[in-house]
């Protein structure tokens, strides 16, 4: 019995205070939001009803919401491949002895530093004035007029400096994977005759295949969610032609007062979220124990 | 031979010259926004790519006037501190039972917490806000601190429980047997070691919630308890038209992170690596 009485103090000491923040902050707001999904609450009355499943019933009929998701869909597929792609090149540059490499990390780490609100305002300026006045003074027409103001110039826009801010993050985690690869593992391959490319491919990705995983994880969750360089480049226009599922969740809430209808919609989110980053850890984690 | 070696340096300059090239990318927005900072309105609009004619400070007096710039700044330091300074004491300790005790509570917990770090911010957001707001903890601080530690404790109990695991037990097994209790034990011998975690989350966590926009939009209403990033947003908004001004706010921004994190460097991109291995 004391000794039942020991453990219990000893786990209360130790795990009670973060157990309980993390039940009250995540845990049962989570739970709560989903029983909220069947609700019409308005966020103002205090009296509210439950209504089955008419909320997601009405989130099919929604087209507004319907467009949102299909752009985040397109979003998070462009800025995933180019983030990787240009962070993978960006690491075998910087890890191939060229000189000042250790600066050149630092400059493309650097945007990762600062909140995505003022990354957003920094290039809503390059967008609306830098480059409209480049184009113009050196007739290059695709950058003349700004690039916010036309929804399928807004979403590439957007897409860049994700891609942009992103793409040092996880330079870095490749770079950390390519110092790993053991030397003469590569050395032994050139004598064999081995090629550039062929070494880059057949030995340098292979090896590289956690490194994958990791940042093809951090990329789809982070892209999945992003909300502050949305609000501050192109707040959503023109005409929410660029309104992530984010920002369209938080204003159904927040600025709409449907707080049902947002919470079902930010739970298809949590679903949508958490189904493709599970099968791309599967997926990778199976290429990773076959290579 | 002489070829090759001719086909290399071409290969070295060309690498170099792509690098140069994606570089100029990252430093001339920041270039640009500083350039601007300095410039009247009407100098801004007639060429923005332009050096000030004559250097306008008083942009940047202006600016951290009007977006209560101190103020924020406080705000946002005690938050940060106070928030990694809590998700590390109680995330240690708890990660340290995880580890240690093979009790079924300990995996029940230490599996919801795995699994819970697919849930995105935005799908808890409301009901914490309706929570929150019907027990009037909203527009506070401590309020925001507390939920900080909230959604950090998961990571970071995950973080710690694998690095915990690594750790001999031989140590803290000589203390407990000269009469330490299991929480001095804890904190004169094992949380010394954990210096290379602790060092990875403080860089993490200070990078999120010092830039986090969200959730203290969210929760902290009044002005005067504005983060630095509220301010400057809400700064922005109202300041848009007047470009030397918005951009002297965000160079107040960015300037004191990029001072610290040149000093930090080396922790940071540890840092970054170390918390990427899940």
Redesign the interface.
């Known amino acids: 019995m004391s000794s039942y009485f020991s453990k219990t103090k000893l786990f209360v000491v130790f795990c009670g205070i973060s157990i309980i923040a993390f039940l009250t902050v995540v845990i049962v707001p989570f739970i709560y939001g989903i029983y909220l999904t069947f609700t019409n609450w308005d966020g103002i009355h205090k009296k509210y009803e439950f209504i089955g499943f008419s909320n997601y019933i009405g989130l099919l009929k929604d087209q507004v919401f319907k467009n949102s998701f299909l752009l985040t869909l397109k979003y998070v597929f462009f800025t995933v491949i180019f983030t990787n792609l240009i962070a993978f090149l960006l690491a075998y540059l910087l890890t191939s002895g060229i000189k000042g490499q250790s600066i050149f990390r630092v400059i493309f780490f650097t945007p990762n530093l600062i909140g995505g609100i003022i990354l957003g305002f920094i290039w809503q300026f390059i967008f609306h004035n830098a480059l409209p006045y480049l184009g113009r003074h050196l007739g290059i027409s695709l950058i003349s007029e700004s690039w916010l103001a036309t929804p399928e110039k807004a979403f590439w826009a957007l897409v860049l400096v994700t891609v942009w801010q992103y793409s040092g993050y996880m330079m870095m985690i490749y770079i950390a994977g390519l110092v790993s690869i053991p030397q003469d593992l590569i050395e032994a391959a050139i004598i064999d005759g081995a090629n550039k490319f062929k070494v880059l491919t057949k030995i340098i990705m292979p090896l590289m295949a956690p490194s994958f995983t990791v940042c093809l994880f951090l990329s789809l969750q982070r892209s999945f969610m992003v909300y502050d360089l949305n609000l501050a480049l192109t707040k959503g226009g023109p005409f929410k032609s660029t309104e992530l599922v984010s920002m369209h969740v938080y204003n159904e809430a927040f600025l709409s007062q449907n707080y049902g209808i947002g919470q079902a919609k930010a739970f298809v989110l949590f679903i949508t979220v958490a189904i493709i980053t599970l099968i791309q850890v599967y997926l990778s984690k199976k290429a990773e124990v076959e290579l | 031979m002489k070829g090759n070696l001719r086909v290399r340096s071409i290969f070295?300059v060309l690498?170099?010259l792509?690098?140069l090239i994606?570089?100029s990318?990252?430093?001339l927005?920041?270039a640009?926004?500083v350039i601007?900072s300095f410039k009247k309105t009407g100098e801004?609009?007639l060429?923005?790519?332009a050096l000030p004619k004559e250097f306008k400070i008083s942009n940047y007096f202006e600016a951290a006037e009007r977006m209560n710039y101190f103020r924020s700044f406080f705000n946002t330091f005690v938050i940060t501190v106070a928030s990694i300074a809590?998700i590390v004491i109680?995330?240690s300790?708890?990660a340290?039972?995880?580890a240690r005790?093979k009790?079924s509570?300990?995996k029940i917990?230490f599996s919801?917490?795995a699994a819970?770090m697919?849930?995105?911010?935005?799908?808890?957001?409301?009901?914490?806000?309706?929570?929150y707001g019907s027990l009037n903890m909203l527009n506070n601080m401590w309020s925001l601190i507390?939920?900080y530690?909230?959604?950090g404790?998961?990571f970071a109990?995950f973080l710690y429980h694998g690095f915990i695991k690594s750790i001999p037990l031989e140590l803290e097994e000589a203390a407990l047997v000269d009469g330490a209790t299991?929480?001095q034990a804890?904190w004169k011998i094992v949380f010394p070691l954990l210096k290379p975690v602790t060092t990875t989350l403080i860089i993490l966590d200070a990078?999120w919630i010092?830039?986090?926009?969200?959730l203290p939009s969210?929760i902290l209403i009044s002005a005067e308890k504005r983060t630095l990033?509220l301010s400057?947003?809400y700064f922005?908004g109202t300041f848009t038209s007047n470009?030397g001004l918005?951009?002297a706010a965000?160079v107040l921004?960015?300037f004191p992170?990029?001072v610290v994190?040149l000093f930090m460097?080396k922790y940071?991109?540890a840092g970054?690596?170390r918390g990427?291995?899940?």
């Open positions: 070295d690498k170099f792509i690098i994606f570089s990318f990252y430093i927005p920041f640009i926004v601007n801004v609009v060429n923005p790519l809590i109680f995330s300790m708890t340290y039972i995880f005790k009790w509570i300990n917990f919801i917490m819970s697919i849930i995105p911010f935005q799908s808890v957001m409301i009901p914490l806000v309706k929570i507390y939920m530690l909230g959604f404790t998961a109990v299991t929480f804890f990078l010092w830039n986090d926009f969200l969210l990033q400057t947003f922005y470009y918005a951009m965000l921004t960015v992170i990029i994190s460097q940071i991109i970054i690596v990427a291995i899940r």
